[in-house]
Every structure is written in structure tokens, then in C-alpha cells.
């Protein structure tokens, strides 16, 4: 008869709570039992442990085994206990020195051989273990993710026979390391765009300020491709938003790739996307389109074309940064602060206003295809482009050598540590009292701003919109206070006229 308690982590969303697993051995008839709120995967631990136990050429006792997984509240799903409840069980048999069990988390599925497979999300366990103070022992396999954690004593296995022997002091296990994981570069560059010069200057003020942007334009004027390269002019990742950027991915169905370490995500989903294709959800929530885009790019092309029901369900996300996802069994949180670009053409046909008259788009039928976009997502959206057909492309081709996307980049580097520097965070995260605090107008400047208001009937949020998008020009320049140069641009990208300007 024996007890043993060995620490792990569940995985909830991006979290990792911790989970005690406790084992029992006692009289009775020979049975194992699970208690906790095991889901299948965990039942089934008992079949994966006890096969890996006899093929390790362990004994199992023929007595009543139980073992229970604490908070007993809190749902556990996947195989990343059957490491620890391996490991209960040889202790609570005195077969393994549990003295490391206070110091250490174990996590890893078995085999029916005794190996130790891979599990999803571990480099959330390893930040949490770390928070802890303990160290970690995963599957070899996760070694490399664990270790961007850059986390104390974390250890990789291949076997519980290995695991078994480190313990007893008969061998090492061999300490992950972060290698040498670097960061892909992007290779779509602004230097294949000609013309559109009022695009990419929209691109680079939604690019230093994290500002959402609407491009509009026919078929072939390159939307696509101008939204493509914002990937490549976005100021590189702080080590805080790269941890989180991964956390996301390693809870993810594909799981993280190394080899894109520290690089900003592209997700452009079809616009069939369900609501939890997007959003994200489950019986097991997982995260979205939109989390997996954190401090990266969604791209929704075609904008319309997606399901009404769907586009809302950006609208809470869009300002508070995260999403929620609640289901009767369990209760996960996202991050999902993503920039937001779409595409959308003028009507349904694309060719509104082409001198070349084939668009045969009624009116009743433009205004039913903007109308699938609502208002209040509009609003949330700063920068509102129409994209111009260029005219005599094959000679702009051969005259204009347009920058590049590191000539770009410079500029905006040096906007966004002025934002950094002044507030913390991006012009386009500020909340109502930041909009106050560094977006201030001097008298004339107010003027003209409350005229333009009057005249456009701008809502709340979108006054707030302008300004932050003013201020951002403004740090584009180099400018400590915001001007009426900077408030007439902001307000061009909403597709507002200027004319207070001249009163």
C-alpha cells in the first residue's frame, strides 16, 4: 500500500493550470479507477500506462489502484498525463525515488512500448512551470518549443525507462536548449508594387500605428497584393509578443513551428470561414483564425462574400483584443490582437465606375452588396482606401524604382518606438483616456476638427479613430504635436473631404 503525488499542468486556451496527480494503492480487488473530470483520452490513460508498464518490465500490483487528478473541477483532456500517472503509480509501489517530485512537473504520453510522445502545447506548461519554480520533464520531441520559454532546468525524454532511471540516479536526461530557431524573412516585397501611391502610404500609416485598413477597388488593381507586404513592414516582435504569438500556436491543431519563430502571421481564410473557424471553439476550444493572427495580419478577402453572422463576431475582439469562448464542460480565453485588413470591390460585378462601361450593376443591387458589411464594423475600421486603376503601368515599370520594403520599414521603426516611448503601445490601441492625453488639438486645430465632424457626422469612435490616426502621421514626421496636415489626411482615409480646411 502506498500514495504518491506528482505535479502536472492541463492545458485551458493558452493556460496551464496546474493539476496534481495522486495514486493510491491499495486493497481490493485489482482495478485501476480515474477520478477528476478525466475526458476519453485520459480514461484511456489506464490502458496506455499499464501496457508501458509491463513492457518496461515494471510490476503492477494486484490491487485496487486509484488515482485522481486535483482540482477535481477542472476538465483534463488529451494523453499528457500518462507520464505522471506512470510515474504515481511506480512510486506509490516503491519501484522509483519520488525525492525529484516536489522540484519537477512531468508531462507525456505513452506508448505501448514505454516511449514518450510528443503533446500539444507544452511551451504554455513550460512558462507556467517556470513561474512555479519547478523544472519540467516532457517528450524529447517538445524539446525545442519548451525551450523558448528560456526556462531552468527543463528536461527532455524519450522513454520512461529513461525518465525511471533519472530518477533512481543510474542517468542523465539531456537538457533542452533553444538552438538556434531563427526567424524567417519575408520575402514579398514593396518594390514589386508600382503606382497606388495613396495605398502604400496607407499601408505604412496602418502599418506604424497597428491601424486597420479597407482596401476597395476592381478586380486586378492589387489589393491582394499590396495587403500581402504589410507583413513584411511591421516593426519585428518583442520577446513577450513572440511568446504569446507561440503559446497561441502551440495549442493550435498544427501546433508551432520552430522555423517561424518571432515571425508575424498572415492568416487570409476563405470567405466560406465558419463563426469557429474564425473565431475559434469546439467540444475542446481551440483557437481561431483571429487568435492565430495575434500581433500578425488577418486577411479577409472578398470582403462581403463572408457571412454576415460571421463578420460581427469580430466587432468585440477587434476592441478588447481577446476573445471568449464558453462551452458547458469548460471555459477558454484567446488573445486575438490582430490587424485587420479586407478587401472588398465596388459592386457585385467589381467594375463601378470603369470607363470602359461593363459594369451593368444596378443601384439597388451595389447598395445590397455594401450593405452585407454593417456599419459598426466599418466604424472599427481606421483607414478606408479606394484603389485606383493604374494607367500605363508598362511605362511607370520603367521609369519608377518604387522603395522597398526596408526602406519602408526604417520609417516605421522609428514611429513605433515614439509610440513605445510616449504610451506603451501602438497608436491604434489607445483607450479613451489616451486619445485625451497625447492626442490633443490646439485651438485652430479643434476648429477644424469640429467642422469636419459637423459636416461628416462622424461617430464617437470614429472621431477617436482620426485622431489616433493623426497622431500616427504625425509620428510618421517626426511631429510632437498634431497638426491640420495630419487631421485633413486622417480624414481623407475615411473618405472625408477636406473642405473645413478653407472656412
Known amino acids: 500500500m502506498g500514495l504518491a503525488r506528482v505535479y502536472s499542468r492541463a492545458g485551458v486556451g493558452v493556460n496551464a493550470p496546474e493539476v496534481i496527480v495522486e495514486v493510491h494503492v491499495g486493497g481490493g480487488l485489482p482495478r485501476i479507477s480515474m477520478v477528476g473530470l478525466p475526458q476519453t483520452a485520459v480514461r484511456e490513460a489506464k490502458d496506455r500506462v499499464k501496457a508501458a508498464l509491463l513492457n518496461a518490465k515494471f510490476r503492477i500490483p494486484p490491487s485496487h489502484i486509484t488515482i485522481s487528478l486535483t482540482p477535481a473541477d477542472l476538465p483534463k483532456s488529451g494523453g499528457r498525463f500518462d507520464l505522471p500517472i506512470a510515474l504515481g ?24 512500448g ?240 470603369d470607363n470602359s462601361g461593363r459594369c451593368m450593376c444596378t443601384s439597388e443591387q451595389v447598395q445590397r452588396y455594401r450593405g452585407k458589411v454593417s456599419g459598426p464594423l466599418l466604424d472599427r475600421i481606421d483607414l478606408h482606401i479606394e484603389m485606383m486603376k493604374p494607367s500605363r503601368m508598362l511605362k511607370r515599370q520603367k521609369s519608377e524604382t518604387p522603395e522597398s520594403s526596408s526602406e519602408v520599414l526604417k520609417r516605421i521603426i522609428a514611429a513605433r518606438k515614439i509610440q513605445l516611448r510616449r504610451a506603451g503601445i501602438p497608436n491604434a490601441h489607445l483607450g479613451s483616456a489616451g486619445v485625451r492625453q497625447f492626442c490633443g488639438l490646439c485651438d485652430n486645430d479643434r476648429d477644424f476638427f469640429e467642422q469636419a465632424v459637423d459636416l461628416t457626422g462622424l461617430s464617437p469612435r470614429g472621431c477617436h479613430r482620426v485622431l489616433k490616426v493623426s497622431r500616427t502621421i504625425a509620428d510618421l514626421e517626426n511631429e510632437e504635436h498634431i497638426g491640420v496636415q495630419h487631421l485633413a489626411e486622417a480624414l481623407s482615409y475615411r473618405g472625408i473631404e477636406s473642405e473645413p480646411a478653407h472656412a
Open 89 to 112: 503509480i511506480l512510486a506509490a509501489t516503491a519501484q522509483v525515488d519520488d525525492s525529484h517530485f516536489d522540484r519537477f512537473e512531468f508531462i507525456g504520453e505513452l506508448s505501448l
Open 114 to 353: 514505454g516511449g514518450l510522445n510528443p503533446v500539444p502545447g507544452v511551451l504554455p506548461v513550460a512558462i507556467e512551470a517556470q513561474r512555479s519554480g519547478r523544472g519540467l520533464v516532457m517528450p524529447a520531441a517538445n524539446g525545442a518549443e519548451a525551450a523558448l520559454s528560456k526556462g531552468d532546468f527543463l528536461y527532455g525524454a524519450d522513454s520512461l525507462l529513461s525518465v525511471v532511471s533519472w530518477l533512481n540516479g543510474c542517468a542523465q536526461l539531456e537538457a533542452v536548449s533553444a538552438g538556434s530557431a531563427i526567424a524567417s524573412m519575408h520575402t514579398r516585397d514593396l518594390r514589386d508594387v508600382y503606382g497606388q501611391q495613396q495605398a502604400r502610404r496607407a499601408l505604412e500609416v496602418a502599418a506604424a500605428g497597428s491601424h486597420n485598413l479597407l482596401l476597395t477597388g476592381a478586380p486586378g488593381t492589387g489589393k491582394t497584393m499590396l495587403a500581402s507586404r504589410l507583413p513584411g513592414i511591421l516593426p519585428p516582435m518583442s520577446e513577450k509578443e513572440a511568446l504569446e504569438t507561440a503559446a497561441v500556436a502551440s495549442v493550435s491543431q498544427r501546433g508551432l513551428d520552430i522555423g517561424h519563430w518571432r515571425t508575424r502571421s498572415f492568416r487570409a481564410p476563405h470567405h466560406t470561414a465558419s463563426c469557429a473557424a474564425l473565431v475559434g471553439g469546439g467540444s475542446r476550444p481551440r483557437p481561431g483564425e483571429i487568435s492565430l493572427a495575434h500581433h500578425g495580419v488577418l486577411f479577409l478577402d472578398e470582403l462581403p462574400e463572408f457571412n454576415r453572422n460571421v463578420l460581427e463576431v469580430l466587432r468585440e475582439p477587434m476592441e478588447s483584443g481577446r476573445v471568449t469562448i464558453s462551452r458547458a464542460g469548460c471555459h477558454a480565453e484567446f488573445p486575438a490582437r490582430f490587424q485587420l485588413v479586407a478587401a472588398m470591390n465596388p459592386c457585385p460585378c467589381g467594375f463601378a465606375g
